[in-house]
């Protein structure tokens, strides 16, 4: 019996930690990178922004279409950004793309 509560209780500790582990976002502040489309629409949403760089992509500022955001920021900063600048309003707050 004894071995049967070690058992639960080990299972259910790492159930616990991998829930816990999983639950977790990106905490640290980073640099966001677009890779989306040219789509104004498509600024905003939250599933376009990366910490990883977009490969080919290059800032400037030719192109209309956002780079990286100008300073780092938390993920929850970050949503907080694109849903109070929606569109073009953006880019006072993000870099441009390169042509």
């Known amino acids: 019996m004894l071995k049967f509560f070690k058992i639960s209780f080990a299972v259910l500790t790492a159930c616990l930690t991998i829930g816990s ?6 905490l640290s502040a980073t640099t966001w990178y677009y890779d989306g489309s040219a789509d104004p629409g498509q600024f ?10 977009a490969p080919g992509v290059t800032c400037g500022e030719d192109l209309d279409i956002p780079c990286q955001t100008n300073q780092e920021m938390t993920e929850d900063q970050l949503e907080t950004l694109l849903e109070n600048n929606p569109g073009e309003d953006l880019f006072t707050h993000v870099s441009k793309r390169q042509d």
Do not use: A, H, Q, T
């Not at 905003?44 to 910490?51: A, E, F, P, R, V």
């Open 44 to 53: 905003n949403l939250i599933g376009n922004w990366s910490d990883e760089e």
């Open 21 to 26: 582990l999983s639950s977790f976002r990106n």
